[in-house]
């Protein structure tokens, strides 16, 4: 291949192979989900956002996964009434277990969550879930919630 032919492929080809295959890898992860923990004068501690929607068919298609980060100086716990985290033991078994996370001072933790109980839910429903931190969750915090929908349809703009 003569030097023109290399340039012309560095130049031009690498950066539309680099750009399809960064594309491919973000879908590969499905629906990704960021949540950070933040201490409230009252010494409780509120998860953020407080309101999170999953939409059954694009959000859970491809696994989904909970960035949990933890800025402050106080251990927190990421809990969540009726959803399940996904691990690997040692011994390369994939178990499920109640999504209850605990999380040091300055970490962010990646959390898999397990999607299968939401693929026999009727597309009509909504299923909602519940989410604090049960370490400093206050007397009055409702904590946050998880809502998992499905609108089906089509997008219409109304004029």
């Not at 201490?39 to 999170?52: E, G, K, Y």
Request: proline share 6%.
């Amino acid at each position: 291949m003569s030097t023109v032919a290399n340039r012309f492929v560095v130049a031009r080809v690498l950066p539309l192979v680099l750009t399809w295959c960064l594309a491919a890898s973000q879908g590969a992860h499905g629906g990704e989900f960021h949540f950070t923990v933040q201490d409230l004068p009252d010494n409780s501690a509120a998860w953020l956002p407080d309101q999170v929607v999953i939409h059954r068919e694009t959000d859970l298609r491809g696994g989904l996964l909970f960035i949990l980060e933890n800025p402050t100086a106080r251990t927190h716990v990421f809990f969540v009434e009726g959803l399940e985290e996904q691990m690997v033991d040692e011994n390369g078994v994939l178990n499920v277990r109640p999504l209850r996370v605990t999380i040091a001072p300055e970490e962010t933790i990646r959390a898999v969550i397990a999607t299968e109980p939401f693929q026999e839910v009727h597309s009509d429903r909504e299923t909602e879930f519940r989410f604090f931190c049960p370490l400093h969750r206050g007397d009055r915090d409702p904590g946050g919630t998880i809502r998992i929908v499905h609108l089906g349809g089509t997008i219409r703009m109304v004029p």
